[in-house]
C-alpha cells in the first residue's frame, strides 16, 4: 500500500514538474533502455542502469508499441487478429494458419479480407474467386480444439490452426507491461533534476517487449492508446 501511494504521488509530481519545465522550455533530449518496475496510470516506472525513472506517457502523442509472444491457450472470443491465407468461397482457409497476430484496432488493421499485399502483381489481380493469398483482419468469434473463426467486417472466416504456429502480439497498450518487461524510449527531461530520488522524463516514443508469453484466460476488457476499450475486439491480452 505505501509503495502505490508513494508512486501516485509521484506522478503527480511528475506532472508539476513537466509543467513547470515545459513553461521554462528546459526540457532535454534523451533515448533509454531499461526494465519496467511498474506501472499506474500516465506513469511508467522504469529502472534505467540501476536508477528509477518515471517516465510520463501521454497516450494522445505518445509513439507506443508492444510487442511478444502469445500461447494459442490465450485466444479467445473478442480478440482482434491478422493473419494471411488462401481460402475458399466459403471463406474456409486451405491449409493450417502457420502465423498469426493479436493486434490493437488501427488504420493498417482494418477489419476485412485484401488481397495480401506481401503476394506478387499476378496474384493481386487475380479475381477473389481464383484463391490468391489473402490477409484477414478480424475479431475471434470462436477458438476452440484449434479451429478458429474471425469475424471480418461481416464475413465469417473459418480456419484451422497449426499446432506449432507463431502466435505474436502487436499492440499499443502499455498497461499491459509487468515488472521485467524490456523498455527503451525516446523523451524529453527536465534539465533540473531533484537531488534525491526518482528522475522524471516525458515519453515520445515508447517500445515495450514482454518477456514472458501471453496465455490463459482473462476478462479484462480491452484498452487501446486513449485507454478506452477498443472498437474492433472485447477482450485485452493480460498474462497470467
Known amino acids: 500500500m505505501t509503495r502505490t501511494i508513494s508512486f501516485a504521488a509521484a506522478a503527480i509530481l511528475l506532472a508539476a514538474c513537466v509543467a513547470q519545465a515545459n513553461a521554462q522550455q528546459e526540457l532535454r533530449p534523451v533515448e533509454l533502455k531499461g526494465t519496467v518496475e511498474e506501472v499506474s496510470g500516465a506513469v511508467i516506472n522504469v529502472k534505467c542502469d540501476g536508477k528509477d525513472i518515471y517516465l510520463q506517457v501521454d497516450p494522445r502523442k505518445t509513439k507506443i508499441e508492444c510487442n511478444g509472444k502469445a500461447k494459442a491457450s490465450y485466444l479467445q472470443a473478442g480478440l482482434l487478429v491478422r493473419f494471411r491465407g488462401e481460402f475458399d468461397k466459403k471463406g474456409i482457409a486451405k491449409e493450417e494458419i502457420s502465423e498469426l497476430a493479436i493486434v490493437s484496432p488501427s488504420e493498417t488493421n482494418e477489419p476485412g479480407v485484401a488481397a495480401d499485399e506481401i503476394g506478387g502483381d499476378d496474384e493481386k489481380r487475380k479475381p477473389k474467386k481464383d484463391g490468391g493469398s489473402r490477409l484477414v483482419v478480424g475479431t475471434i468469434k470462436q477458438f476452440k480444439d484449434g479451429q478458429l473463426i474471425v469475424q471480418a467486417d461481416g464475413r465469417a472466416i473459418r480456419a484451422t490452426l497449426a499446432e506449432d504456429a507463431e502466435i505474436r502480439v502487436e499492440l499499443d497498450d502499455y498497461t499491459l507491461a509487468e515488472a521485467g518487461d524490456k523498455i527503451q524510449f525516446k523523451g524529453?527531461?527536465?534539465?533540473?533534476?531533484?537531488?534525491?530520488?526518482?528522475?522524471?522524463?516525458?515519453?515520445?516514443?515508447?517500445?515495450?517487449?514482454?518477456?514472458?508469453?501471453?496465455e490463459g484466460d482473462t476478462?479484462?476488457?480491452?484498452?487501446?492508446?486513449?485507454?478506452?476499450?477498443?472498437?474492433?475486439?472485447?477482450?485485452?491480452?493480460?498474462?497470467?
Open 219 to 240: 476478462k479484462a476488457k480491452p484498452k487501446g492508446k486513449s485507454g478506452k476499450a477498443g472498437k474492433a475486439s472485447k477482450a485485452s491480452p493480460k498474462k497470467r
Open 188 to 214: 524529453r527531461t527536465p534539465a533540473q533534476q531533484p537531488a534525491e530520488g526518482p528522475s522524471q522524463a516525458i515519453a515520445d516514443e515508447i517500445t515495450i517487449t514482454f518477456t514472458e508469453p501471453f
